[in-house]
DNA sequence: ACCTGAACACCGTTCAAGT
DNA sequence: ACCTGAACACCGTTCAAGT
């Protein structure tokens, strides 16, 4: 009666609703109304069983058309990428450290590293972009709060304006941008942008470079 | 005989050593050779003594002088923020979710909002730029794998050259580039620069545009 | 004032036992 | 074959008691 399958929705839709600490074997086996040691019959522990969830989650990647130029590819990759993450929010928690080297989570990697080789980038540019525009996007997720109904941004706020504005001149002024960028979903677009217009910058270098070899020297 | 401080230093060290799943109050006791409960005389909780361990570790970053050019300025901050954040690898996981708002963490905000204004950005743009450098800079700490004497990597090696071609053309291809660039600190160095390209596109843009506004129209 | 062992409510997991 | 309660070795922290 009860699955892998069954087992992991009750864990994603655990992690939705309690977040990442309340993930505990008692809890999930609660959820599905088993005793605990019954999840033990389909996970050999509590790591593969979260191995799993983040395989999952990763399954609702959608990868964009391979068609049009790479940059506006390149970038609807991350968008989408950056709105799953958004959607399961603790998911980020469980890759921290430990790369996830399954197929899911690894055809995100062969769709950007297949758009950047296309593009013109070499071998080497293009796992480096790579890793650059994926460190950005899962940073920017592990290193946005958790939803908070606000009260802890008027916290911020107060805590930010009442440095004391000798030592802290730009911080206090800037306090109010500050945590509308800290908390805000917003801010993710602007970092991504300036990627691709240094990887932009990076081939249009190197075609000046290859059209015209004596201007380069 | 015991003090705030010196508790604080046990925990770096054991931090270092062990790493941040060692870190448990028995065991800070343990390395003080005191009761367990002896820390809850000078910390209210772990969480309390946790917050002051990363305080006392973002102490460590030097604040470049502020003199010379915004981008090599500011490209200094981050080199010495990335600096501070491989020698304590266990801090970044401290920081995840929950922001630091304390003076040492706050000093390199300041620093780097100051840059960026005197730059020229607005404080809008000056905060997203900051953002988005900050969330590269801990997300590349934060995503890169452990120390590890080598055997993890040639796992990796194995496990992405054994993918399937046909599905994987261009990870496969690229497994070594890959492995390298995913464990290797040289990775940051690329990302940051491409940041830097992008906020030196935008100034170059408005200032081409306030410099000759018939042109831009 | 400063320190601390025992105890409580948790956790992941082993083991032996149920059907 | 599938499920599970009891138990073990941990955790952070409360409490009452030591000096």
Redesign the interface.
């Known amino acids: 009666v009860l699955s892998r399958e069954e087992i992991v929705e009750a864990v994603l839709s655990l992690a939705d609703r309690r977040g990442v600490e309340g993930l505990t074997m008692r809890a999930v086996a609660r959820e599905l109304g088993v005793g605990t040691m019954t999840l033990y019959g389909y996970f050999a522990s509590k790591d593969e069983l979260m191995d799993a969830t983040v395989e999952r989650a990763a399954e609702g990647v959608r990868i964009p058309a391979d068609d049009g130029p790479w940059r506006p590819r390149l970038r609807a990759l991350f968008e989408e990428i950056h709105r799953s993450l958004l959607e399961h929010p603790s998911g980020v ?1 469980l ?5 996830m ?1 399954t197929p899911a989570a ?1 055809r995100t ?2 769709a950007g ?2 758009i950047l ?1 296309a593009a013109g980038f070499s ?2 540019e ?7 525009l ?7 997720a ?5 939803r908070v109904p606000g009260s802890a941004e008027r916290e ?1 706020l107060a ?2 304006s009442g ?1 004391p504005g000798d ?5 206090t ?2 306090a109010g ?2 945590v ?3 908390s805000g979903e917003a ?1 993710y677009g ?2 991504l ?7 932009e ?2 081939l249009a270098r190197r075609t000046a470079a290859a059209e015209g070899p004596l201007e380069a020297g």
């Open positions: 928690r890759r921290l450290e430990r790369p080297l690894l990697t062969e590293l297949s080789e071998r080497r293009a796992t480096r972009a790579w890793r650059a994926f460190v950005y996007t899962f940073g920017h592990a290193f946005t709060p958790a911020w805590l930010l440095l030592e802290f001149p730009a911080l002024a800037a941008e500050a509308e960028t800290m801010s602007p970092g942008d300036w990627l691709l217009d240094g990887l910058a990076l």
